[in-house]
């Protein structure tokens, strides 16, 4: 992960959750994310995510 959980949850401000991965990039298109944030959101796991704490957790021990 090349940027901070903090700038992820900026360009996700506002998300309606649960979300899928595709949805969670979309939304942060959307919100006009920098290149590093979306670089991030693209190696996320394919999964649902619940809430911002569950894309939180993948950010962990970087």
């Known amino acids: 992960m090349h940027t901070s959980p903090i700038e992820v949850q900026k360009a996700l401000k506002d998300m309606d959750y649960p979300?899928?991965?595709?949805?969670?990039?979309?939304h942060a298109k959307k919100r006009d994310a920098g290149k590093e944030v979306m670089e991030d959101l693209k190696e996320l796991p394919e999964k649902q995510y619940?809430?911002?704490?569950d894309v939180s957790k993948e950010f962990k021990g970087d």
């Open 19 to 26: 979300a899928s991965k595709e949805d969670l990039i979309k």
């Open 50 to 53: 619940n809430n911002a704490a």
